[in-house]
């Protein structure tokens, strides 16, 4: 409600460019990074291979354990539905059981799997990691990774990848998942780049460079794309960006259904120092999505309750119920690096449509969707969203 920072306490070891995570209960995962600043430029890195979780409700952060024998630089982790979590760096995957705090085996050995591409998805080629819309009660989960290098080990030269991959996680038995696979590729090669969900259930990639690494990168990309995880087909949108948008550039969605973009910077750093206003980019870009041309009618919801809680229904006023084919939940972005770390689409039953009235049923529970704000979405059989109203999942 203040909406003030509060310092809480230091850690007792450094995290620069750690990954931090939303629990099923509403406490943060945070894992990774190195021990200061220079470290990982200097000597190759020392790596912080603790996790440690921290409570906001009581203000405190647990002591640090053990979490995994080598890791780079904000990997990508999800919180999936049964309460497993994705863990993916560079170019290996291990599922992390959350209660129980331990990698899941394969008898003795922890499972892991290893994407198609030779190359790293993560920092410092990274590319970017979404989990695509989840449905109700469903069996499996899938995971997109766009972009990256071509390269474990790249430099200011190594070219990116055009190669997606869709990791498919059994919820039931993760151990037995099918794990990654190739589809269709991206029509531009890019790292660096951002993926961000939209309300039809799309995925939009914006940003990034055709060569290079986080600090040191090449040939800007300005195309705009778009992935349809229901067909697998990839489309490049007529408009492009205005600005090159490399490293350190952000994609968020805005509530009312466009994406806005931002930042950027070079690699001179004397420049930056003496003249920050060439070396960064000061403007933002909002880019329009398909489902906005021509400035269509859109639902509207008129009412709708600003907490929910989990595994219970819940009623929205809208225009027209019957005109609503769909209610979706996005969680607010958090995003830094390309790493989106608690995007998260859900996509709810609708119980009943009356007149102006729909009846949902909310998250099962915190798994599926961990406690927070969302932005909370109607579509039309058209895939045309509303304007999003604000809501918060609550644990009780």
Not at 83 to 109: A, C, M, P, R, Y
Not at 275 to 291: A, G, L, V
Not at 309 to 322: G, H, K, L, N, P
Request: net charge neutral; with cysteine.
């Amino acid at each position: 409600v203040e909406q003030k920072w509060t310092f809480h306490t230091s850690m007792p070891k450094a995290r620069w460019y750690p990954t931090c995570v939303t629990l099923p209960d509403g406490k943060v995962l945070i894992v990774s990074g190195t021990s200061s600043h220079a470290h990982h430029s200097l000597f190759g890195g020392f790596m912080n291979l603790d996790y440690e979780i921290f409570d906001p409700a009581t203000n405190t952060l647990a002591e640090p354990k053990k979490f995994i024998d080598e890791i780079e630089m904000y990997p990508f982790l999800q919180v999936l539905p049964g309460g497993t979590l994705f863990v993916h760096s560079k170019n290996t995957t291990k599922i992390w059981n959350i209660s129980d705090k331990k990698f899941l085996h394969n008898e003795q050995t922890p499972k892991v799997f290893h994407t198609n591409i030779i190359g790293t998805r993560t920092y410092p080629g990274m590319g970017s990691c979404v989990l695509l819309p989840l449905k109700p009660d469903s069996e499996t989960a899938k995971i997109l990774v766009v972009g990256g290098s071509t390269s474990l080990s790249p430099d200011n030269n190594t070219a990116a990848t055009t190669f997606a991959e869709i990791f498919t996680i059994n919820l039931n038995n993760p151990v037995d998942s099918p794990g990654w696979k190739r589809i269709s590729s991206q029509h531009t090669q890019r790292l660096l780049c951002d993926s961000v969900l939209l309300p039809d259930g799309t995925v939009l990639v914006t940003n990034g460079a055709a060569k290079g690494v986080a600090d040191d990168n090449k040939d800007a990309v300005r195309e705009i794309e778009v992935f349809d995880p229901s067909n697998g087909t990839w489309t490049v949108l007529d408009s492009k960006l205005q600005r090159d948008r490399l490293y350190h550039s952000t994609a968020v969605l805005l509530p009312d259904g466009r994406v806005l973009v931002a930042g950027s910077t070079g690699h001179n750093w004397v420049r930056a120092v003496f003249s920050p206003q060439r070396h960064f980019e000061h403007e933002i870009e909002i880019i329009t999505p398909p489902y906005l041309y021509g400035n269509p009618t859109r639902p509207e919801i008129n009412a709708s309750p600003s907490a929910i809680r989990y595994d219970t229904s819940f009623e929205i006023t809208c225009s027209t119920a019957q005109d609503v084919e769909s209610v979706v939940l996005i969680r607010l972005s958090s995003t830094t690096h390309n790493n989106n770390m608690d995007q998260r689409y859900v996509i709810l039953s609708i119980i009943d449509k009356r007149n102006n009235l729909l009846k949902i049923k909310s998250p099962k529970d915190g798994t599926c969707a961990p406690p927070g704000y969302y932005m909370l979405f109607l579509l039309n059989d058209k895939k045309i969203p509303s304007i999003a109203k604000f809501v918060k999942l609550v644990k009780e």
